[in-house]
T-cell receptor, first 115, second 115 residues
Framework: GENVEQHPSTLSVQEGDSAVIKCTYSDSASNYFPWYKQELGKRPQLIIDIRSNVGEKKDQRIAVTLNKTAKHFSLHITETQPEDSAVYFCAALAYSGAGSYQLTFGKGTKLSVIP | DAGITQSPRHKVTETGTPVTLRCHQTENHRYMYWYRQDPGHGLRLIHYSYGVKDTDKGEVSDGYSVSRSKTEDFLLTLESATSSQTSVYFC??????????????FGEGSRLTVL
């Protein structure tokens, strides 16, 4: 099955700096890569996603890049703010057998933005 | 926030007892999922449903069963709870299936402790 590795597990940045979180996946057939943000004690929420036919996608201060050849994708947050502090999860969609597809999540990155 | 409620939100039980968690949605979404979240493991899919009485196993289905008799309700049952099932359980819904890259909307989570 699909395996998603996420790095780093924790990340601290100064307010205003950029943050980058990287994920690698194992199944070359994976074609959809969402990112979810989970604030402390809250539910995960989708913040951005990218499909395999696109190399980069931006939404204000966040962007995601995808390198299919290397099988890795990254989340970039610019001009970080304290409210960006949260746990971020990457995920990859892959065929899991018997006609089923599953999202496989990375283990998460805890981002702390220091004022 | 999507109309998803989970109950109970917190439960403490003893090893060997049965436990049922309920997920109720008011969005009339076809797809419903149960995930568990554990430190260092991210989000892992337990079971999912693609319609009334249509369910399938996820990555970590052993020890769990599900039922969906109505569109709005998806029940997760631990027939005989074990300490390894201590976790935070999230229900999620999506209008489109994962194959169509439907966004997952998560409930607030149910924290289960098995003593």
């Amino acid at each position: 099955g699909e395996n998603v590795e996420q790095h780093p597990s924790t990340l601290s940045v100064q307010e205003g700096d950029s943050a980058v979180i990287k994920c690698t996946y194992s199944d070359s057939a994976s074609n959809y890569f969402p990112w979810y943000k989970q604030e402390l004690g809250k539910r995960p929420q989708l913040i951005i996603d990218i499909r395999s036919n696109v190399g980069e996608k931006k939404d204000q201060r966040i962007a995601v890049t995808l390198n299919k050849t290397a099988k890795h994708f990254s989340l970039h947050i610019t001009e970080t703010q304290p409210e960006d502090s949260a746990v971020y999860f990457c995920a990859a969609l892959a065929y899991s057998g018997a006609g089923s597809y599953q999202l496989t999540f990375g283990k998460g990155t805890k981002l702390s933005v220091i004022p | 926030d999507a109309g998803i409620t989970q109950s109970p939100r917190h439960k403490v039980t003893e090893t060997g007892t049965p436990v049922t968690l309920r997920c109720h949605q008011t969005e009339n979404h076809r797809y419903m999922y149960w995930y568990r979240q554990d430190p260092g493991h991210g989000l892992r899919l337990i079971h999912y449903s693609y319609g009334v009485k249509d369910t399938d196993k996820g990555e970590v289905s052993d020890g769990y069963s599900v039922s969906r008799s109505k569109t709005e309700d998806f029940l997760l049952t631990l027939e005989s709870a074990t300490s390894s099932q201590t976790s935070v359980y999230f229900c999620a819904i999506s209008e489109q299936g994962i194959l169509n890259t439907g966004e997952l909307f998560f409930g607030e989570g149910s924290r289960l402790t098995v003593l």
